[in-house]
T-cell receptor
Framework: AQSVTQLGSHVSVSEGALVLLRCNYSSSVPPYLFWYVQYPNQGLQLLLKYTTGATLVKGINGFEAEFKKSETSFHLTKPSAHMSDAAEYFCAVAKTGGYNKLIFGAGTRLAVHP | KAGVTQTPRYLIKTRGQQVTLSCSPISGHRSVSWYQQTPGQGLQFLFEYFSETQRNKGNFPGRFSGRQFSNSRSEMNVSTLELGDSALYLC??????????????FGPGTRLTVL
């Protein structure tokens, strides 16, 4: 069975500091990996996704993530945090051949302080 | 293009009642998935419909059901509501026709409160 673990339910950074949100997955087959962001009272918005190919994936709003098969990780980073980045972030995995069924991590709430 | 729309946005029901939620996908998208989001269980997959057929199902009791119409609009129904069904129900549409997981576009959700 597939699963996703997000380390740290709450992360707090200062504006301008590096953002690092951790995600580890387990999957018996090559996975598809996603990061979504959710702002209060809104649905989820896709930040980036990994399917195949280049392991460093660039997304919207300056975010990027690196797929590391040996570590079963897909951590999300952003070099410089903005106040507008404050939101909840979800890592998700989908199984190859599993259509659009996403398995989500528990989420990490990011706070950005001035 | 208009995004995914969900109606109603807020709903209050009492235990034992049933409820129907509606989702209109992005034009041209044939895959619609439903997720339940609660503080305790997080985001959980309910089911996915593609071309009016359910092709994926999560681990929810039979009280949760869905359907998709020929125009790709989808409804989900919950019968005999329980307090634990209080949640944000999210609908997502995807243009992905094949077996690979495509990008999913989420609606704003329907907030269901069961009293």
């Amino acid at each position: 069975a597939q699963s996703v673990t997000q380390l740290g339910s709450h992360v707090s950074v200062s504006e301008g500091a590096l953002v690092l949100l951790r995600c580890n997955y387990s999957s018996s087959v090559p996975p598809y990996l996603f990061w979504y962001v959710q702002y209060p009272n809104q649905g989820l918005q896709l930040l980036l996704k990994y399917t195949t190919g280049a392991t460093l994936v660039k997304g919207i709003n300056g975010f990027e993530a690196e797929f590391k098969k040996s570590e079963t990780s897909f951590h999300l980073t952003k070099p410089s945090a903005h106040m507008s980045d404050a939101a909840e972030y979800f890592c998700a995995v989908a199984k190859t051949g599993g259509y659009n069924k996403l398995i989500f991590g528990a989420g990490t709430r990011l706070a950005v302080h001035p | 293009k208009a995004g995914v729309t969900q109606t109603p946005r807020y709903l209050i029901k009492t235990r034992g009642q049933q409820v129907t939620l509606s989702c209109s996908p992005i034009s041209g998208h044939r895959s619609v998935s439903w997720y339940q989001q609660t503080p305790g269980q997080g985001l959980q997959f309910l089911f996915e419909y593609f071309s009016e057929t359910q092709r994926n199902k999560g681990n929810f009791p039979g009280r949760f059901s869905g359907r998709q119409f020929s125009n790709s609009r989808s409804e989900m129904n919950v019968s005999t509501l329980e307090l634990g069904d209080s949640a944000l129900y999210l609908c997502a549409s995807s243009p992905s026709p094949g077996q690979g997981a495509g990008e999913q576009f989420f609606g704003p959700g329907t907030r269901l409160t069961v009293l």
